[in-house]
C-alpha cells in the first residue's frame, strides 16, 4: 500500500515541492544561533572575527598592564569588574575620537 502512494504525481509532485521547504526550514531551526562561532566558521570559513581577535588582544592588553601597575589585583574580588571598565571606557573614548572629525 505505501509503495502504490509513492507512485502517485500528486505525492511525488509534494515530495518535489515541499522537500527543499522542509530542509530549509530544518535548517533554520537547527541554526539559531546565528552569532555563535561555529555558524560564523561554517558560513565564511573563518575561524575567528577580526573584530572578536582585537578584542581579545585588547583585554589581554588590559590584563598585562593592571598586573604590571597593581601587583596581586588578580586575586581580588572586583578584577574583572575593573578589566570590563577600562574596556569599556577605552572603546567609549575610540568611539567619539571617531565621532569628532564628522562634527567638526
Not at 3 to 29: A, C, H, Q, T, Y
Not at 43 to 68: H, N
Request: hydrophobic share 35%.
Amino acid at each position: 500500500m505505501l509503495d502504490r502512494l509513492k507512485n502517485l504525481k500528486i505525492v511525488k509532485k509534494l515530495g518535489k515541492e515541499i522537500s527543499p521547504k522542509l530542509r530549509w526550514l530544518n535548517f533554520m531551526n537547527l541554526n539559531s544561533n546565528k552569532k555563535s562561532p561555529d555558524y560564523i566558521s561554517m558560513v565564511s570559513g573563518v575561524d575567528e572575527l577580526k573584530s572578536s581577535s582585537d578584542e581579545r588582544k585588547l583585554e589581554a592588553m588590559v590584563r598585562e598592564q593592571l598586573k604590571e601597575e597593581f601587583p596581586n589585583i588578580e586575586k581580588m574580588k572586583s578584577y574583572e569588574l575593573l578589566v570590563d571598565a577600562v574596556i569599556h571606557n577605552y572603546k567609549k573614548k575610540q568611539l567619539q575620537a571617531m565621532d569628532e572629525p564628522e562634527n567638526n
